[in-house]
């Protein structure tokens, strides 16, 4: 059985979890783990684009490493970047404790970097702090690669340019469960329902009541666990922090944020949230629901291998029109000063490359579906073609939704001393009605207890847009 942590320390890793999202999937390339054939070839790029970098190369801070490590061999993207346009990457090593103060310090101090991993905190707020670039005089966007991310891109246009150039979907928040679960305690298959467009609150929410009255006592039952607030709410469609390009709105008081925040305080008063912190879907099977970034699919199926795990977005509002993905998107920054913008922007476009040719998407196919084993044998993850599969086609046929609201620093989104009162406002309207109940015991009361002081941060950011 695995082992689980206290409330106090699942806030810490979901936290943690959440400003690394982008870097959790590149980590574990540094673990010791080995993949039982990585040995996917990629072929020449036929594209339009000539550039030649002749050698040059990118210094990229982060931590971790775009080059490859242990047994694995060299991404699609970077295979592209040195084959095709003749560039390299440099790895400069952080932590995640002093990546933006070695960011800081090397723009001041004239050390060489180049490239630094996209994360929420960008924009505005690091743009706002001068530590990026736009990459409008490097990349051409009305080149057809860009089709299909252009509503990503036109959304983070600021102040007329583009610092943030998505070229995937990426760490998608879904629900992992159990079809072998679903069909002992006769519930329904979330994933034939989302087929239908019937997989919405309302179904979630009885299938949890349901499972949880199905238990026999020997355990407590829950509907669910992990990290899911975030996914909830934004399953409206709707942000905290609206933004046109010109000016952030406060948009806490919508009525759909509304419903959201008060299904959660819901499932905190029907006892239907476990606390408790799980890395992977938890094997004991007295959770029906799991609630996390799809990093945690291979692990779950590792550990889970007879439960039939299956994996969908989150339910939609009994009155949205369309389903709504909470995820990340995939980018990198060119960083304050830089003087590799071109190269930056060539590896860029090699990502987006790998993304949308096909010959190049079975290539990353085919590596995702590699068996994660230890050094003696032990599988330690795998995800099935169906999970691959339904997986991109979330990522592709759903609108994925940001909030701006988490780029706006840490009076915005920070862990401060991790209590109700020190957290970021983000932080708080996300989870705090399912884990800090003794501090606020209703929306109405959490609303109006933050809300002035997104105003003032708001105020801030629209002082700073010419």
Sequence with gaps: MMKKVTRALAGLLCLSMLLGMTACSSDAETSSHYKEQDDVSIAAADVDNQT???????YWLATYDLNPTNNNDRSVALTLFEDQFHGKVEWIQCTSENKFDMLTNRILGGDPVDMFPYEWDALPNGVYKQQYEPLDDYLDLSDPVWD????????YEYNGKHYVVPFAISDPLLITYSRKMCEENGLDDPYELYQKGQWDWDSFMEMMKQFVANGDGSSERYGIAGWFGQALVQST???????????????????????????????????LYDPNWYSYFPDAGNILFYGMADWSLNASNANNPDADIMVVPFPKSPDADEYYLCGNFAAKMLVK?????????TYIYCERLAETSEEYRQAAKEKALIVEKSASGKTLGYRTEEQYD??????????TVFDFGYGMGKTMYGDGEYTYETRGVMNNLMDALLSYPDSVDSWAVLRDNWSGTIDT????FNAAIE
């Design 237 to 271: 469609g709707k942000t905290i922090v609206n933004f046109d390009g010109k000016k952030f709105t406060n948009n806490i008081s919508d009525p759909d944020i509304e419903q959201a925040e008060n299904l959660m305080a819901e499932m905190h008063s029907l006892n």
């Design 457 to 460: 941060e708001l105020e801030k």
């Design 52 to 58: 030649d970098l002749g050698g040059q190369t990118i």
């Design 337 to 345: 000063n830089s003087t590799a913008g071109e190269a930056v922007a």
């Design 148 to 155: 299909g991310m252009r509503d990503a891109i036109d959304m």
């Design 390 to 399: 339904a997986i991109m086609s979330y990522k592709e046929d759903t609108t």
